[in-house]
């Protein structure tokens, strides 16, 4: 008998190694240094838990390079990365070019008819979904209460550029660095001209004419520089021109800034005690106009893609699904607060009466995703869509080139004049090169 159990024990500790473990997959993932991202990667242990046969490789980049390392890589088919962090910029150019996977296969609790419509519709093509966004954005002002009421001055929700450079001015005390105004001057298309071209669309500048002329020799882009260095050299912080979001984030969370206008997402860092030394004097306003109608505010989704002819899309779908469902809100709130869960993507959390009720910012921030038009992002009539981009494939060496025209402006290498004539060469040559225009 004993002899039969040692026989039978054997055989089934052969079978046992003879079974193969299940494969292993490892997705590398290339994302943003933003803090919703890395507050991502700290969570996606939550996510190889449920699924151990699954590991995440992350490839964290500063937003410049990322932008970079990225469309190298999928341009080149490189197959470096298995998925991508891209923005509204890149879906409806890459997905005609048939270098991103559909995702209609999220499964049956992603709830996609659950995104806000604007963000979803810069993130498809011809209704299919190409890329699931993280988090989702316009950009607004914010503003410390406290230095504000000490200026004399009361916010309005909607203020004026001519408000804005007033109360800058007013808040402005350099001798104990506190700058009345911080705004982007990093040299990018994704940094100080995504700024610049929202505020122009609200000056009445426009990139390019019906008949894709160049017009940065036009009255409208002359004022909207000139408003902004003056706004700057005046009112903003030292080194102003090496300043991109993560910069003015730190200044303002240091107590060194009066206002900021940028992203809406950097409303739920700027009013975390944890963070910033000024959480409980932070006041939130929609992003200046001069009255033409159009405001200086963006719109944009960082979000998840997966790049064409990956071995790994169900694995990568699996992922995807994770960190852009209703789900990882969830886990974010109960490890960080409703306040700290990824804004601008959902419906849902909108209508959430625990995130309405933690996050102070969230009526200006669906406000200001609302009140952006990519379809009519200028007073007058132009042939491109997109607010703070034009969503042509130049665009990207386009807007970076001009961006570091505009950066060496601001840091007092070049007049405004002399910018402006030398961005309406560059951009002329290229539009030539492209065949836009003779």
Do not use: H
């Not at 490892?26 to 939550?46: F, P, Q, W, Y």
């Not at 909607?158 to 700058?179: H, Q």
């Not at 610049?196 to 990139?207: D, E, K, P």
């Not at 007058?380 to 703070?388: A, D, I, N």
Request: with cysteine; glycine share 8%.
């Amino acid at each position: 008998m004993k002899s039969l159990i040692k026989s039978l024990l054997g055989a089934a500790c052969l079978v046992a190694f003879a079974v193969p473990a299940a494969a292993e997959t490892t997705l590398t993932i290339a994302t943003v240094n933003n803090g919703d991202m890395i507050r991502m990667e700290k969570l996606s242990g939550e996510f190889t838990k449920a699924n151990p046969d699954i590991k995440l490789n992350w490839v964290t980049l500063e937003e410049n390079v990322l932008r970079q390392k990225v469309t190298t890589d999928i341009a080149t088919k490189a197959g470096q990365f298995d998925i991508l962090t891209i923005g509204t910029y890149e879906v409806p150019i890459w997905s005609k070019k048939n270098w991103l996977v559909a995702l209609d296969n999220l499964g049956p609790d992603y709830d996609v008819d659950d995104l806000l419509p604007a963000i979803r519709g810069g993130l498809s093509m011809k209704g299919t979904l190409y890329a699931a966004p993280f988090y989702g954005e316009s950009s607004m002002v914010m503003y410390r209460t406290d230095l504000m009421k000490k200026a004399g001055l009361k916010m309005p929700d909607a203020p004026t550029w001519d408000f804005i450079a007033k109360a800058a001015a007013a808040m402005t005390d350099k001798k104990n660095e506190v700058y009345g105004v911080c705004l982007r001057g990093k040299a990018g298309w994704g940094e100080n001209i995504a700024f610049l071209s929202a505020m122009a669309n609200s000056y009445g500048a426009r990139w390019f004419d019906e008949n894709w002329q160049p017009q940065f020799n036009s009255p409208e882009w002359k004022k909207t520089l000139t408003s902004y260095l003056d706004m700057m050299n005046n009112s903003g912080p030292v080194g102003a021109s090496s300043n991109g979001f993560n910069e003015n984030l730190a200044l303002f969370n240091a107590g060194k800034c009066g206002m900021w206008i940028d992203a809406t997402v950097a409303a739920s860092f700027v009013t975390n005690p944890k963070e910033s030394k000024v959480a409980d004097k932070v006041g939130f306003a929609l992003a200046p106009d001069n009255g033409l109608g159009k405001r200086g505010n963006w719109l944009w989704a960082w979000s998840l893609a997966i790049p064409a002819g990956s071995q790994k899309i169900d694995a990568a779908s699996k992922f995807i699904a994770w960190a852009t469902g209703k789900s990882y809100a969830k886990l974010v709130a109960e490890k960080e607060g409703w306040a700290n869960v990824p804004p601008g993507t959902r419906t849902s959390l909108y209508k959430n009466p625990e995130y309405l009720k933690a996050a102070a910012f969230a009526k200006m921030t669906l406000d200001s995703i609302n009140s952006a038009d990519p379809t009519r992002p200028t007073v007058k009539p132009v042939p491109y869509v997109g607010v703070q981009f034009v969503a042509i494939p130049e665009f990207q060496g386009i807007g970076t080139s001009v961006g570091q025209i505009f950066s060496a402006a601001l840091a007092g290498t070049k007049t405004a004049d002399a910018a402006l004539a030398e961005a309406q060469d560059v951009t002329m040559r290229e539009m030539q090169k492209g065949g836009y225009i003779k």
